[in-house]
Every structure is written in structure tokens, then in C-alpha cells.
């Protein structure tokens, strides 16, 4: 039986993305993995502990459940990395690394995600498919990395190999991982706490964003594309919304009474600074008819009802 392999699986994407493939293709060929011992929220389903540097650890999964496909997740995102780089580096490009090398091994497919932290203050504010990547964190410079690598895999060694440039993502089945845009998941946790919230940015900074069950379905639309008809093996961008924090609070005040959001900036707002307010993402809609469904409105009020349950 084809067996799928999710590392990062205790991560934001990882979450959501085990459950949307366990309940498409059933539990038992769902191999989900991190560095901490299985979470419930996981589910029934094969799990194991997995450090994506540990090539030989990588290989006894492949082998031990006769992996086909393999969802690499695991990452250290833009303010962890901005706080340990070597660390962020190591993971995130000897990581996939490994992965690749497996792959053309074993003949097996492979999602890798990339960001908006390819992007840097010399990109557009609106990010086209093909910009100026010139990325101010390490995980920018260790996403841009991950995008070549790819690319190489599939031009020299074959490796069908898949990637998003994913905005920033909204979800509320997991907890902030340390990400520049994890104010919007933030937020919302104070709101349904009945708490005042601090933003770490700006009310006036725009980023582009994604709500998770859109950036699922991006996910598995890529992987399920014929590949014949893809034509960036870097990393395609997808788009869904942009917003300002301010806008974000707003819509939340409106249906949380008495909610209120003050601003104090941090260094992660160097980081919001440098990236596109918005991306074209007409390769993704054309190559394999990419159309994200929520809203602002809409994802607010999924936000909050699904924290409320």
C-alpha cells in the first residue's frame, strides 16, 4: 500500500495537513513525524520521532513503511531562525537536502514548502513568479536555498518535487510556531480568551496571508496536478488575502465585544518590512487552477468558531 510520510507533522501546516491526508487516503498511510513524541491531535495513524538531519533516522522510515510520498514540513520559521541562524540552516537545507537525496533513492515524490521570506525589501509590493529574491533573514536565505535545490533535483536527478510559497497561515489546530505573520493566528487566541492583545507589528502592515483549509487544498491540488503541466519547479506563489493588522483587529472587534489591540513593534517588524504587501499568483491559477475560497469575513468567523469548540 502507498504509504505517505509527513515530517514537521507537530507543526501549524503539519496538523492540518495529516488530518486532511488520513481522511482522504486512511489513517494507517499516514506516517506522521517530529522531534516530540506524538501529540492527540494527530489522531489515530503510524508516527514516530523523525530530526530530518539524521539521514540514516530518514532512510529506517522510508524503508520500514515503504514510503512513496513524502510531505517535508519541518522547519524552523523566520523569528526562530532570526534567533538561532546556524541552527535554522542546519534544519531547513540539510533537512530537505536528505529528503531529495532519499527520494532519488527510493523514486519517491516530494511536497517541500518555500515562503514569502524568499522575498526582500528589493521585491515589488506585489511579488510576481519570477522577482528579484533577495531575503534579509536566514529563513529567507534558507527558503531561496530550499527553491534551488529543488529545482536541481528535478532537472538533474529526476525527483518529482513540489512547492507553494506560502503566505502567511491562519489556523487555530495549532499554536504559533514562531513565524513573523503568527500576530493573525495570535490574536485570535487572545480574543476568545476574553484578553487585550499586544501586536507585534505595525496596525498599517500589510502582508499577504492564507487561511489553512485553503493552503490545504493549494497543497494537495499541486501534488495531485499532472505533472506534465508544471511549469515552475522553484516554487509557485499563491495568493488568498492581504490585510493590514489593523484590519485584522477590526474585523475581530466587530464580532468579540469589548476586544481591544494595542501595537508595539518588535524586531519582527524589520522582518514584516521587508516582505511584498501581495503576490500574483497567475502561474499557480493556469498550471493547475489554483482559486482560494475564504475571505477575510469568512476566515474570521471559522477562526472564531473554531476556537470557541
Same mark, same amino acid.
Given at each position: 500500500?502507498?504509504?505517505?510520510?509527513?515530517?514537521?507533522?507537530?507543526?501549524?501546516?503539519?496538523?492540518?495537513?495529516?488530518?486532511?491526508?488520513?481522511?482522504?487516503?486512511?489513517?494507517?498511510?499516514?506516517?506522521?513525524?517530529?522531534?516530540?513524541?506524538?501529540?492527540?491531535?494527530?489522531?489515530?495513524?503510524?508516527?514516530?520521532?523523525?530530526?530530518?538531519?539524521?539521514?540514516?533516522?530518514?532512510?529506517?522510515?522510508?524503508?520500514?513503511?515503504?514510503?512513496?510520498?513524502?510531505?517535508?514540513?519541518?522547519?524552523?520559521?523566520?523569528?526562530?531562525?532570526?534567533?538561532?541562524?546556524?541552527?535554522?540552516?542546519?534544519?531547513?537545507?540539510?533537512g530537505l537536502r536528505n529528503v531529495l537525496a532519499s527520494a532519488k533513492a527510493h523514486g519517491l515524490r516530494v511536497f517541500w514548502p518555500s515562503s514569502i521570506a524568499v522575498f526582500g525589501p528589493t521585491?515589488?509590493?506585489?511579488?510576481? &513568479?519570477?522577482?528579484?529574491?533577495?531575503?534579509?533573514?536566514?529563513?529567507?536565505?534558507?527558503?531561496?536555498?530550499?527553491?534551488?535545490?529543488? &529545482?536541481?533535483?528535478?532537472e538533474k536527478d529526476g525527483v518529482d518535487v513540489r512547492s507553494l510559497r506560502y503566505p502567511g497561515l491562519i489556523s487555530y489546530t495549532a499554536p504559533p510556531g514562531g513565524g513573523t505573520t503568527d500576530?493573525?493566528?495570535?490574536?485570535?487566541?487572545?480574543?476568545?480568551?476574553?484578553?487585550?492583545?499586544?501586536?507585534?507589528?505595525?496596525?498599517?502592515?500589510?502582508?499577504?496571508?492564507?487561511?489553512?483549509?485553503?493552503?490545504?487544498?493549494?497543497?494537495?491540488?499541486?501534488?495531485?496536478?499532472?505533472?506534465?503541466?508544471?511549469?515552475?519547479?522553484?516554487?509557485?506563489?499563491?495568493?488568498?488575502?492581504?490585510?493590514?493588522?489593523?484590519?485584522?483587529?477590526?474585523?475581530?472587534?466587530?464580532?468579540?465585544?469589548?476586544?481591544?489591540?494595542?501595537?508595539?513593534?518588535?524586531?519582527?517588524?524589520?522582518?514584516?518590512?521587508?516582505?511584498?504587501?501581495?503576490?500574483?499568483?497567475?502561474?499557480?491559477?493556469?498550471?493547475?487552477?489554483? &482559486?482560494?475560497?475564504?475571505?477575510?469575513?469568512?476566515?474570521?468567523?471559522?477562526?472564531?468558531?473554531?476556537?470557541?469548540?
Amino acid at each position: 500500500m502507498p504509504t505517505t510520510l509527513v515530517t514537521g507533522a507537530a507543526g501549524q501546516i503539519g496538523t492540518d495537513l495529516v488530518h486532511a491526508l488520513r481522511a482522504r487516503d486512511g489513517a494507517d498511510a499516514v506516517v506522521a513525524t517530529d522531534l516530540t513524541p506524538c501529540p492527540e491531535r494527530w489522531g489515530d495513524g503510524p508516527c514516530d520521532t523523525l530530526d530530518v538531519t539524521d539521514m540514516g533516522a530518514l532512510e529506517r522510515i522510508v524503508r520500514e513503511h515503504d514510503v512513496t510520498t513524502v510531505y517535508h514540513l519541518a522547519s524552523l520559521l523566520s523569528a526562530t531562525g532570526e534567533r538561532k541562524p546556524e541552527l535554522a540552516w542546519t534544519v531547513n537545507v540539510t533537512g530537505l537536502r536528505n529528503v531529495l537525496a532519499s527520494a532519488k533513492a527510493h523514486g519517491l515524490r516530494v511536497f517541500w514548502p518555500s515562503s514569502i521570506a524568499v522575498f526582500g525589501p528589493t521585491t515589488p509590493r506585489t511579488a510576481a &513568479q519570477q522577482t528579484v529574491l533577495e531575503p534579509t533573514t536566514m529563513y529567507g536565505v534558507t527558503k531561496v536555498t530550499g527553491e534551488l535545490l529543488c &529545482q536541481y533535483a528535478f532537472e538533474k536527478d529526476g525527483v518529482d518535487v513540489r512547492s507553494l510559497r506560502y503566505p502567511g497561515l491562519i489556523s487555530y489546530t495549532a499554536p504559533p510556531g514562531g513565524g513573523t505573520t503568527d500576530y493573525a493566528v495570535a490574536i485570535f487566541h487572545a480574543a476568545v480568551a476574553g484578553e487585550p492583545y499586544t501586536c507585534f507589528v505595525r496596525p498599517d502592515t500589510k502582508l499577504p496571508m492564507m487561511y489553512m483549509p485553503d493552503a490545504i487544498a493549494a497543497t494537495l491540488a499541486l501534488m495531485d496536478a499532472d505533472p506534465a503541466g508544471l511549469k515552475v519547479r522553484t516554487s509557485y506563489n499563491v495568493g488568498a488575502l492581504s490585510f493590514t493588522a489593523k484590519e485584522l483587529a477590526a474585523a475581530i472587534e466587530k464580532r468579540v465585544p469589548g476586544f481591544e489591540t494595542t501595537y508595539a513593534p518588535d524586531y519582527r517588524q524589520d522582518i514584516a518590512d521587508s516582505w511584498p504587501a501581495a503576490v500574483e499568483d497567475d502561474a499557480a491559477r493556469r498550471d493547475w487552477g489554483w &482559486q482560494p475560497r475564504y475571505e477575510l469575513d469568512a476566515m474570521v468567523d471559522d477562526m472564531l468558531r473554531g476556537l470557541r469548540s
